[in-house]
């Protein structure tokens, strides 16, 4: 089975820019789930996707937006780029559903500089 | 909301011996604690989790340990070798609608051959 992908995976943009990163879950999966990574702060979480319906969203302003497709692919957008929006961006999936929470696979990640 | 504390945030030890790394969180409510780990460059994996039904739980040379009264949990491992060096994780995550998993801040574990 092939793993998650995340395109692109290096992206540098200008403050004031948006910019949309997408992620590919493993087949069968459909919950996807979004990472904000910094050195300071560790792993964040963004927002979850499930059967393209948001699940759960983390405290993030509203300029982190998401959405999620029919065959589960998700994108993130973030509009009106900051400094401090320099990141690793890391998507997760997982099959969802059920009373368990199953094991998450991380993507490689889009690295987003922004300047 | 949760939170979760890891420590420490950088761990050094000589090849073969053991590294333990504690984690404590608040949600009482919490039942399914993974760890992962980050090779430099690459994605987090998981390498080990634990539910709450359960105070230990083994594979090879890892480990991990729950104590539930304590909200505190813990990675163990022995016999460590250089390809363990890696950035390892911890998260918590909270029963009821808002299941997501809150990470701890890292710790950078390195061994020395």
């Known amino acids: 089975k092939a793993g998650v992908t995340q395109t692109p995976r290096y992206l540098i943009k200008t403050r004031g820019q948006q910019v949309t990163l997408s992620c590919s879950p493993i087949?069968?999966?459909?919950?996807v789930s979004w990472y904000q990574q910094t050195p300071g702060q560790g792993l964040q979480f963004l927002f979850e996707?499930?059967?393209?319906?948001?699940?759960n969203k983390g405290n993030f302003p509203g300029r982190f937006s998401g959405r999620q497709f029919s065959n589960s692919r998700s994108e993130m957008n973030v509009s009106t780029l900051e400094l401090g929006d320099s990141a690793l961006y890391l998507c997760?999936?997982?099959?969802?559903?059920?009373?368990?929470?199953?094991?998450?696979?991380f993507g490689p990640g889009t690295r987003l500089t922004v300047l | 909301g949760e939170n979760v504390e890891q420590h420490p945030s950088t761990l050094s030890v000589q090849e073969g011996d053991s590294a333990v790394i504690k984690c404590t969180y608040s949600?009482?409510?919490?039942?399914?604690f993974p760890w992962y780990k980050q090779e430099l460059g690459k994605r987090p994996q998981l390498i080990i989790d634990?539910?709450?039904?359960?105070g230990e739980k083994k594979d090879q040379r890892i480990a991990v340990t729950l104590n539930k009264t304590a909200k505190h949990f813990s990675l163990h491992i022995t016999e460590t070798q250089p390809e363990d060096s890696a950035v390892y994780f911890c998260?918590?995550?909270?029963?009821?609608?808002?299941?997501?998993?809150?990470f701890g801040s890292g710790t950078q574990l390195t061994v020395l051959p």
């Open positions: 997760a999936s997982r099959r969802g559903g059920g009373s368990s929470y199953n094991e998450q696979f």
């Open positions: 949600d009482s409510a919490s039942n399914y």
């Open positions: 998260a918590a995550l909270p029963s009821g609608s808002a299941r997501q998993l809150t």
């Open positions: 634990i539910r709450s039904n359960v």
């Open positions: 087949s069968g999966h459909r919950s």
């Open positions: 996707y499930f059967s393209e319906t948001q699940r």
